[in-house]
């Protein structure tokens, strides 16, 4: 450039680029517009232009074809951009765009050497989001960014097989990542070189389920380039999505699904059976449905073992009545990212598997709106000085709060006590006390059971004289003893006894509409609000937790158990935050198989408890409840 130029370039061009580190436009060159701190709605969605890049992951050969494996890149930008405009990206990965096969789950009933029985049975299909269908495009395109999809490894365009989670499904994006830093090389349909000479290099990941998956499993892999991810319902370890504490364990509704039946769903590449076909047979046969140990295939699926790489700031979002993606999996890559430092955010809703667009519209696309501006173009928005955590108490009810698990949390121990007594003093008199374990009621039926019952124990406290709010991973420990059966699990639930109006896992429209973007055709850029669903019901189970006894040591170990021998069981429930209201009882119910979770042995294990040796541990907040 000239130096007589830089004098015509306009202040707010400058400002600009000391923001996003792009360089300064020129009286003809396009530029963002920023008003208030954030990005203005200036360019045209109906004008955007929209491209397919084929990207080759350098490295990767998952089809073993002997050529390196491609991931397809739809990819919607500005048309500002092919007159200078330079734009960050925001990134969805997904294996689904293409939709999914038939596959039948695996058996959950198994016999007494784990062995399973006949009857494969087949599951609903999971949702399929189209390609630019969302809020992505109509919300931000129009702010000055690009919006990518990638294709994963093994589906719809892609090349490769899919293996739901390990190292070269996470290279996929990563590819994408480094070609829109000039770092890999990409094709056009016809096989011609392409440059992303548009974009700033800049990108910000984001996704629901799977989708969210990718982020985690992306950002710890410390690609320059990625600058924040915004994981949603998101998986950080796949163990703990198909196992726990040594069982094997179904993500709630799928019963018998597992890494093998989640990849051959996705597999919908070309001639996918013929260059993948062993690779499935190889899943099926490593993952171990009959002891459920943590092995070197987990190992590879486990984005913990990376986290120390994450460059990334961090904006997570999780249902608290999740149980297809579990509580534990936003927890533990929280307390994680927390020990490093690293730039996060989080909202907790009462709602299922689901986004938050569904669910606060108009406040999530504000905060959103700021991290992206703030991350991806530079612009002090605010959003790093506002509450690190926003936490749905009830139904609609928000709370703001500096962090999560809230301030003022510590741990309160609950002892057992025989006749059901559940008390901040131990019993260590109590009598023991047994069950006996079946494979036919569900855990709603045990809790709904009153007084006594074979098949289970249930402990509670009395009537309680203030609400009691935990937040954070509950732990349950319990001295006990198994014997002439062979169901090797141990489940715990925790309680609210009391009549309330509580969430109950659906959407309900509100009758208004919300336009949040511009419209074009088939996309109005509007959506119908939505609020949580509700019902009066008795009592909530709150959370679960699950033990395979066998491995009550380590989860990668398996160790009998000697019939009759008393032993220490200690393991973790799913992690919450919940308020138990004045008046209601707070609960603990002790039963072996969990028949909508666990696998399925014959019955007639019997457990007998030292409830004067067992307790509950919860982490209780002191102080301000909501």
Known sequence: MHPCKVLSVPLVALLVATLTGTPPATADTPAIKIDGNATQPIFSRADAIAQTV???????????????????????????????????????????????????????????????????????????????????????????????????????????????????????????????????????????????????????????????????????????????????????????????????????????????????????????????????????????R?????????????????????????????????????????????YALAKRNVPRKIWLHQGTHMSPFNLRTAEWLRQLHGWFDHWLHGIDSGIMREPQADVESAAGQWGRHARWPLPGTSTVPLWLGSGSKLSLLPRPLSRKESFTDQKTRTAEQLVEATGSDPNRLAYSTGALPADVRISGTPTVSVRASLKDGASPYLTALLVDYGTDERPNGSLVPTGQSYCYGESVPDDSGCTTLRRLGTAVTPYKIVTRGWLDVRNRHRPDRTEPLRPGKEYGFTWDFQPTDYVFKKGHRLGLVILSTDVDYTLRYPPGTRITVAPGRSSLRLPVVWGRLM
């Open 290 to 334: 009959v002891t459920g140990d943590y092995s070197p295939l987990w190992d590879a699926r486990n984005y913990m073992n990376d986290v120390g790489k994450v460059r990334a700031s961090v904006f997570l979002v999780h249902g608290l009545n999740d149980w297809n993606v579990k509580t534990k999996q936003f927890a533990q890559w929280w």
């Open 54 to 288: 084929f990207v080759e992951v350098e490295g990767t050969d998952s089809d073993n074809d002997g050529r390196p494996d491609r991931v397809a890149v739809d990819i919607l930008r500005p048309k500002e951009t092919d007159e200078g405009l330079k734009v960050p990206v925001i990134m969805e990965a997904s294996p689904y765009y293409a939709g999914g096969n038939d596959v039948s789950n695996h058996p959950v009933d198994v016999d007494e050497n784990g062995d399973p029985l006949a009857g494969l049975r087949a599951d609903a299909a999971k949702t399929v989001p189209q390609p630019f269908d969302g809020y992505y495009d109509n919300y931000f395109v129009p702010r000055g960014y690009a919006i990518a999809l990638v294709e994963n490894l093994g589906s719809g365009r892609a090349t490769g097989c899919p293996t739901s989670g390990d190292r070269n499904e996470t290279a996929g994006p990563r590819a994408a990542i480094d070609w829109l830093n000039g770092r890999a090389k990409g094709f056009d349909a016809d096989g011609s070189p392409v440059e992303a000479t548009w974009s700033t290099g800049k990108v910000g990941m984001i996704g629901v389920s799977y989708n969210g998956t990718l982020p985690n499993a992306v950002a710890a892999t410390g690609v320059k380039g990625l600058e924040t991810i915004v994981p949603i319902a998101a998986i950080s370890s796949w163990y703990d999505y198909y196992r726990a504490n040594g069982g094997v364990l179904a993500p709630g509704g799928f019963q018998g699904e597992d890494l093998d039946v989640l990849a051959k769903y996705v597999l919908t590449r070309e001639n996918g059976q013929e260059a993948c076909g062993a690779l499935m047979d190889r899943l099926t046969a490593e993952q171990d």
